[in-house]
């Protein structure tokens, strides 16, 4: 069964920006990112497939920005100006090409990895 591990995670102030990376055991066709913050359900980030396709959710748009390395099975976020509303549990999810990469409905079936905390302070 694929692996994912989140790593880049931390504590910073707002305006400010961080990069997590998520490294699978093994190739993945549709890669994400999901968070959860204290009392909020889980949402959708971002979404990228194999031909770097992507998908941002309007919250984050002109602000985060996925990316994927194939060679690596590595994938990316990239968060610039960050607020305290993105304080956050954020995790890597992949799945297969079967459950589609154009939306986050495919994360039901997906492999999810143990998340990374996101703290931004005002």
């Known amino acids: 069964q694929v692996r994912l591990v989140e790593s880049g995670g931390g504590s910073v102030q707002a305006g400010g920006s961080l990069r997590l990376s998520c490294v699978a055991s093994?190739?993945?066709?549709?890669m994400s990112w999901f968070r959860q913050a204290p009392g909020k359900e889980r949402e959708g980030v971002t979404l990228i497939n194999t031909y770097n396709s992507a998908t941002v959710a309007d919250s984050v748009k002109g602000r985060f920005t996925i990316s994927r390395d194939n060679d690596k099975n590595t994938l990316y976020l990239q968060m610039n100006s960050l607020t305290p509303d993105d304080t956050a549990t954020y995790y890597c999810?992949?799945?297969?090409?079967?459950?589609?990469?154009?939306?986050?409905?495919?994360?039901?079936?997906?492999?999810w990895g143990q998340g990374t905390q996101v703290t931004v302070t005002a």
């Open positions: 093994e190739y993945v066709y549709c």
């Open positions: 999810v992949g799945w297969l090409s079967r459950y589609g990469c154009d939306s986050f409905r495919g994360a039901a079936f997906g492999i």
